[in-house]
């Protein structure tokens, strides 16, 4: 299984918390959307396979693909792939889209302070 984890502060006051995994929900759901753009594909069962979770009670997020050699086919660095496939398909897209992923985090914590 290859898996990516998102995590936010636990200081945050409990009426925020809501917010704060809607956010992270959808912060995980744009990694994976991004990531599965990048997963190398021959049937697409590595793909299909890829699901964006999040644990409100301890407000963590995370995206993850779960077939048999999903942590294989993630960290081989000298498989060939289709052009836009390639390696490091989630590590890439978590790092890729950490500002984006802020973003909407701290949107949707705005949006409760209202």
Do not use: C
């Not at 644990?55 to 077939?67: G, K, N």
């Amino acid at each position: 299984m290859t898996r990516a984890r998102l995590r936010l502060n636990r200081s945050i006051p409990r009426e925020l918390g809501a917010a704060g995994a809607r956010g992270l929900l959808l912060g995980a759901e744009h990694v994976l959307g991004i990531s599965n753009d990048r997963v190398p594909l021959d049937e697409a069962a590595l793909q299909r396979s890829g699901t964006a979770t999040v644990d409100e009670a301890d407000l963590r997020a995370a995206v993850a693909y779960d077939t048999p050699y999903a942590a294989r086919q993630h960290e081989e660095l000298t498989w060939r792939h289709a052009p836009g496939r390639r390696a490091k398909f989630l590590e890439s897209a978590l790092n890729d889209s950490a500002v984006e992923v802020r973003d909407v985090i701290a949107a949707e914590l705005r949006r409760a302070l209202r």
